[in-house]
């Protein structure tokens, strides 16, 4: 039989087990989530140039592959002078890559949900490490038969020796339940405070339907600032900045930064400590955003510049810096501002990507505590990849992964 027609008899024979909307939902997504490749083997040729690229400044670059994994979801390196990669795979393996050697494990193992967009999906290091050897995790794990985001604190033990690093101790942060298997977003990082933002989508669905977004009594929707550290008050096993935007405002869950995000697929800081935002769209429109503290974004309102909901009230959110539509990709992956010296003409340029169409640009983000939109903005072409994540050594190069591949490459001169 066809497929719509196999679709509606498991929906048949499902229906007496779901007990609400959102467990039929939640079902159907994890049972047809969809499945990505890219068109054409990876590299079988020299990047494209098409579509508005053609019309743009375009700088040539080449792709070294440095090493594979399996369904790559986020690629680090630790605040050091470290030969060390990290990487995450989708199935919940952190592997261990020496730069030097060439030699590959895997370090540690999660159990974890992979239906949809869900796995292990964000890792990041303690700003002191290896001194303070602590790194931090973001997965999805079946808790009480629901999905649930978790953030934990790890114990890397022996962190700069490759053969007998292990993870010892983990701590758990946050746990938060997800109503359906997509817009987990999942990134971790550190800001030049010293405080771990996380990165949360909207909880999944088309449009919001939960209006996450626009709800600041949930954590759903938003970015999150945190001291990591227990709290010695309250035996919370973190603690709220007394100078986040809502602390002790009703109706606004402490830790939130921002609200009004759909799903933040990467973020990174620029090098004047500006929070950088590549929010994933729905309809028509990627976003790129500067996070700014107790600023609502917009999303299930807005997309882009423009309202999602006919009517909206476009003066009421705080606006992206950029957008592109779909005649130039379909899903924003968000990367880093450039600070090596293997491209001069790329320093302190934001670089980023898109996970379908495999296109890479670079754009200069508004002087800072403005808001302006930038004048142009450069192309380093079309490849045959599913950028899922970049990365960003201790040099200031910059790494990108394909997805379907598995592969890891550096971006270097041709």
């Known amino acids: 039989m066809g497929n719509l027609t196999k679709t509606f008899a498991f929906l048949i024979l499902i229906l007496p087990v779901v007990t609400s909307c959102d467990d039929l939902g939640r079902t159907f997504m994890k049972t047809f989530s969809r499945r990505y490749e890219a068109t054409g083997k990876v590299l079988e040729s020299k990047p494209n140039f ?7 400044e375009q700088v040539v670059v080449s792709l070294q592959e440095v090493t594979s994994v399996k369904e790559p979801t986020d690629i680090q390196f630790p605040p050091n002078d470290s030969p060390f990669l990290f990487a995450l795979e989708k199935s919940g393996n952190l592997i261990l890559f020496d730069r030097g050697t060439k030699e590959k494990r895997t370090l ?23 001194k303070e050897p602590k790194a931090y995790v973001n997965y999805i794990k079946e808790i009480g038969k629901k999905d649930n985001t978790i953030v934990s604190e790890i114990i890397i033990e022996n962190p700069t020796d490759y053969k007998t690093m292990k993870i010892t101790r983990e701590r758990v942060l946050l746990q938060i339940e997800q109503p359906y298997p997509n817009h987990n977003a999942g990134q971790v990082a550190f800001g030049a405070d010293k405080y771990l933002y996380i990165g949360l989508g909207d909880g999944g669905w088309r449009a919001d339907p939960k209006n996450n977004g626009q709800n ?5 929707g938003s970015i999150l600032r945190i001291n990591p550290n227990e709290d010695p008050n309250t035996k919370l096993p973190y603690q709220i900045p007394s100078d986040n935007p809502f602390v002790g405002k009703s ?19 620029a090098p004047d400590g500006r929070l950088v935002v590549a929010d994933v769209g729905q309809d028509k429109y990627e976003e790129l955003d500067i996070i700014l503290p107790g600023k609502n974004y917009g999303w299930n309102q807005t ?5 999602f909901l006919e009517g909206c009230d476009l003066s009421k959110y705080e606006p992206p810096f950029y957008e592109y539509g779909r005649d130039d990709g379909q899903s924003v992956t968000g990367g880093y501002v450039y600070l090596g010296s293997s491209f001069p003409s790329l320093k302190g340029k934001y670089i980023f990507g898109d996970f379908i169409q495999g296109k ?26 599913l950028i899922s994540t970049f990365g960003r050594d201790m040099e200031g190069e910059l790494f990108l992964a394909d ?3 598995g592969k890891i490459f550096k971006l270097v001169k041709p």
């Open 303 to 307: 997309e882009g510049f423009h309202c």
């Open 108 to 130: 540690h193992s999660w159990e974890v949900l992979t239906d949809s967009e869900e796995g292990l999906l964000g890792l990041c290091f303690h700003p002191n490490f290896p």
């Open 216 to 220: 600041p009594n949930t954590l759903l």
């Open 50 to 56: 098409i579509g508005l690229d053609s019309k743009r």
């Open 403 to 405: 997805y379907q591949s």
């Open 251 to 269: 109706g606004f869950k402490p830790e939130i930064y921002a609200y009004g995000i759909r799903n933040p697929w990467r973020f990174s800081f």
């Open 360 to 385: 890479i640009w670079a754009i200069e983000l508004p002087k800072k505590g403005t808001m302006e939109r930038p004048s142009s903005i450069a192309s380093l072409g079309k490849w045959n990849l």
